[in-house]
């Protein structure tokens, strides 16, 4: 079992001169799962229009997670103007939001793979219909093997269900709606280095994998210099690694994704790790602990976005800075005695 290699005690030794190991490291209790209903999901005003109401959430979803404070006044009502011609036309612009149409392969494997691909890069979700109900639902995610969706049918419930709750399958789905270009995205840079839509694990069952993803980018007038993902065990040394230097400003953590194999790991405590830094010398990370056992497996999903409770996690972030700050000494001795362990020497 190897000890942390050069690069990482290298920038774990910098954080903690720093601005101490404790506060840039964004723990996974802080984050937010976009899975969490916040208030995204209602049902269709009528009959007819399940299209309309569900390509509404998916519209509301995307506002939310652009940080707009106007994303809870995305209704069937608001949209219709844009998108309805007595039916969702297959084209149409929403809030500097563009949508789009495609159809699904005939195959049942076929739809699966396309729909699995579509939600990593839609984590707003998309509106998938079957003709031969004809019905529609916002298809939000695909987790643990398991598709999610909210069905704006008053006959199903409400929130976020599994497919198999659902008024339509997978199998009989046969188009979708999604969003093409989002100009609200592209108009809110980051103005520091930022993490968005990290899987991270809670607890994997033994043998079982998990796919690096995320995407991490850094301020407009920088690139990212080094990224690097580990996983450390209970005694915190790494047992896995893997990094780049994408010297771009916006990557895929997808791309390290062969190279960090969870179901490798025997039962166990570990750490999961994310670690930035870019050219203006700004370095953060993301740490969250996790478990592997017999149990069921179970993953979340870290955003960069407002939480159920209307505050901006980066304010949850200053508040724990602020509290860290109060015992600095304290935390620094924890962190250096940390940095000791970690390293062996």
């Avoid at 007819?48 to 940080?67: E, H, I, K, P, V």
């Avoid at 996983?231 to 047992?239: G, P, R, S």
Wanted: glycine share 8%; proline share 3%; hydrophobic share 40%.
């Amino acid at each position: 079992m190897e000890t942390a290699p050069h690069g990482l005690k290298k920038r774990l030794a910098a954080l903690v001169l720093s601005l101490l190991l404790l506060v840039t490291c964004l723990p996974g209790a802080l984050a937010v799962d976009l899975n969490v209903d916040a208030g995204f999901y209602f049902k269709q005003s009528r009959g007819g229009t399940c299209t309309l109401a569900s390509a509404a959430m998916m519209l509301r979803r995307r506002a939310y997670l652009d940080g707009l404070t106007d994303w809870i006044d995305v209704t069937e009502n608001s949209v219709k103007s844009s998108a309805w011609a007595g039916g969702l036309s297959h084209s149409f612009n929403y809030k500097a939001m563009q949508v789009g149409y495609a159809t699904l392969p005939s195959s049942s494997a076929g739809k699966t793979q396309v729909l699995i691909e579509l939600l990593a890069k839609h984590p707003e979700g998309i509106v998938l219909y079957d003709r031969r109900q004809p019905h529609a639902v916002l298809l939000t995610d695909y987790t643990d093997g398991v598709f999610y969706c909210s069905d704006p049918a008053g006959s199903v419930s409400s929130g976020r269900v599994p497919i198999s709750s659902a008024s339509i399958s997978i199998a009989g789905a046969s188009c979708y709606w999604y969003i093409t270009s989002d100009q609200n995205s592209i108009n809110t840079q980051p103005d520091s280095l930022r993490l968005e839509g990290v899987r991270y694990p809670v607890n994997l069952r033994t043998g079982s994998g998990m796919s690096v993803s995320g995407t991490v980018a850094s301020a407009s007038d920088s690139v990212l210099t080094e990224v690097e993902v580990a996983i450390l065990d209970a005694a915190d040394q790494t047992v896995q690694s893997a990094e780049a230097a994408p010297n771009v400003s916006s990557w895929s953590l997808k791309n390290l994704d062969s190279q960090i194999k969870f179901g490798e790991l025997p039962e166990g405590a570990y750490t999961y790790m994310v670690f930035l830094t870019d050219s203006n010398g700004q370095t953060i990370c993301f740490m969250s602990d996790f478990t592997v056992s017999s149990a069921a497996t179970s993953t979340a999903t870290y955003w960069t976005v407002q939480d159920p409770s209307g505050s901006k996690l980066g304010e949850n972030v200053q508040k724990a800075v602020e509290s860290v700050s109060e015992t600095a000494s304290a935390v620094e001795q924890s962190a250096w005695s940390w940095l000791g362990n970690l390293f062996g020497e």
